[in-house]
């Protein structure tokens, strides 16, 4: 006769910041493996849904996994909210995406999530393309991101190829590239971060940015460090996501991710590494 099962008991309270929904792999940091480390840094709880497991990026001569299977993928998000994680998260933040079928169901638990925590943000890196590469992921996520994600988040962080993209523009120059941004504000979307801004016009050895929202019209200008390693607008989007959570204003979170940012990337290319990390000097200075 099977005993009959019962729930454990209290252990205190369930305790999650931040829900990051987005990429993992074995070899690497991008999505997850980047993000949750930062935000761990930033002295918040996260709890981390894979959308895609793959051995490392698709630059390497090999690489196995896929997407998390639909139903997979689901089930992590229900669990969450099973366990009240999402329900008092104060923030989801959501990247590379595996499938359109992910961004709608994406979607219709981020909106249940909101009407159960008002107070849930929702911030968004558009995982689309670069310059570089073209739309190197589903290029039937376009609409999913345009018409049913992006209205559910308060801020977005895409590059500049992408923010063309969701705004059905060409933006060449920096106002064009703020015009565009400022397109994709709403009821929801306060604020847009765009990261390589207007890259044709930008000075040799620099890097741009255009930020938009809360009453800010703003560029900004750093260092380009020229090392080919993934998972930087990642590193970037969470650690504009965990300044905000420990209530930085939105200029104040660019300006000091800007600097990290490059801090970051000046020590890996020093150390001649293939991939991104974060130093411990820099992690715990983060926090």
Not at 26 to 53: C, D, F, R
Not at 159 to 170: A, D, I, K, T, Y
Request: glycine fraction near 10%; charged fraction near 20%.
């Amino acid at each position: 006769m099977s005993r009959p099962q019962t729930p454990p008991p209290p252990v205190g309270e369930r305790i999650v910041d931040v829900v990051s929904v987005q990429s993992q792999v074995a070899y690497g940091n991008v999505g997850n493996n980047i993000a949750v480390p930062v935000l761990q840094a930033l002295g918040l709880q996260v709890a981390p849904v894979p959308t895609v497991v793959f051995g490392n990026t698709p630059h390497y001569p090999t690489m196995h996994g896929g997407p998390l299977p639909l139903d997979w993928f689901k089930g992590l998000l229900d669990d969450l909210e099973a366990r009240e994680a999402a329900t008092r998260a104060k923030r989801v933040l959501v990247g590379y995406l595996g499938s359109p079928e992910q961004g709608m169901a994406l979607a219709e638990w981020l909106r249940r999530m909101q009407e159960v925590n008002p107070v849930l943000r929702v911030q968004i890196d558009p995982v689309i393309g670069d310059h570089d590469y073209g739309v190197y992921t589903d290029p039937a996520l376009l609409p999913v991101w345009r018409d049913h994600l992006l209205p559910l988040a308060e801020g977005l962080c895409p590059n500049h190829f992408e923010v063309g993209h969701l705004s059905g523009r060409s933006p060449r120059t920096l106002d064009e590239c703020l015009d565009a941004a400022e397109a994709l504000l709403g009821d929801t979307t306060r604020w847009v971060v765009v990261t390589s801004a207007a890259p044709e016009l930008c000075p040799p050895g620099r890097i741009q940015l255009a930020i938009v929202g809360d009453g800010v019209r703003e560029v900004r200008e750093h260092p380009l460090v020229p090392h080919p390693v993934k998972g930087v607008g990642d590193m970037f989007a969470a650690m504009i996501a965990g300044r905000l959570e420990n209530g930085a204003s939105l200029l104040d979170a660019v300006d000091r991710t800007c600097a990290d940012v490059v801090e970051v990337l000046q020590h890996v290319q020093a150390q001649g590494w293939q991939e991104l990390g974060l130093p411990r000097d820099i992690a715990r200075r983060l926090g």
